[in-house]
């Protein structure tokens, strides 16, 4: 598994790209032990920048006991994952049927991110409206 690639991954699955240590560290968890299939996948992405390196290359930002993805580092996301151009498929062959990458925890984990991140705020609402009767 290449750290890297899995680390811009699961910052981007976050709204706002930040992730406490406690969280990043169960998400990376649970991807490396997603199989072999994340593994490869990360391998051959990270084959794509073979000099990648989040923290120098300021594609990643220590903040607030947690990690954020930067600008630059969902640029270079992007160009990692970009499928490279296929040439058009001559006419005698037929259409290809093979299946995309499969990224099933990945989307798993993007949409426990988006229900922590609703919990989060409802509680806040709650929290600063309590606030405001008690004043």
């Given at each position: 598994m290449n750290f890297q690639v899995t680390v811009l991954k699961v910052l981007v699955s976050y709204l706002d790209g930040f992730a406490v240590m406690a969280d990043l560290k169960r998400d990376m968890a649970i991807l490396a032990s997603s199989g072999r299939d994340w593994a490869e996948r990360t391998k051959r992405l990270g084959a794509r920048v073979p000099d990648l390196d989040i923290f120098s290359q300021a594609l990643v930002e220590r903040l607030n006991g947690g990690w954020r993805i930067t600008q630059?580092?969902?640029?270079?996301?992007?160009?990692?994952?970009?499928?490279?151009?296929?040439?058009?498929?001559?006419?005698?062959?037929?259409?290809?049927?093979?299946?995309?990458?499969?990224?099933?925890?990945?989307?798993?984990?993007?949409?426990?991110?988006?229900?922590?991140?609703?919990?989060?705020?409802?509680?806040?609402?709650?929290?600063?409206?309590?606030?405001?009767?008690?004043?």
């Amino acid at each position: 598994m290449n750290f890297q690639v899995t680390v811009l991954k699961v910052l981007v699955s976050y709204l706002d790209g930040f992730a406490v240590m406690a969280d990043l560290k169960r998400d990376m968890a649970i991807l490396a032990s997603s199989g072999r299939d994340w593994a490869e996948r990360t391998k051959r992405l990270g084959a794509r920048v073979p000099d990648l390196d989040i923290f120098s290359q300021a594609l990643v930002e220590r903040l607030n006991g947690g990690w954020r993805i930067t600008q630059k580092g969902r640029a270079v996301l992007e160009f990692i994952e970009a499928r490279p151009c296929d040439p058009e498929p001559v006419a005698e062959e037929a259409p290809s049927t093979r299946p995309g990458p499969a990224t099933p925890a990945l989307r798993l984990l993007a949409q426990r991110g988006r229900r922590r991140r609703e919990r989060r705020q409802r509680r806040r609402i709650a929290r600063e409206g309590a606030q405001a009767n008690a004043s």
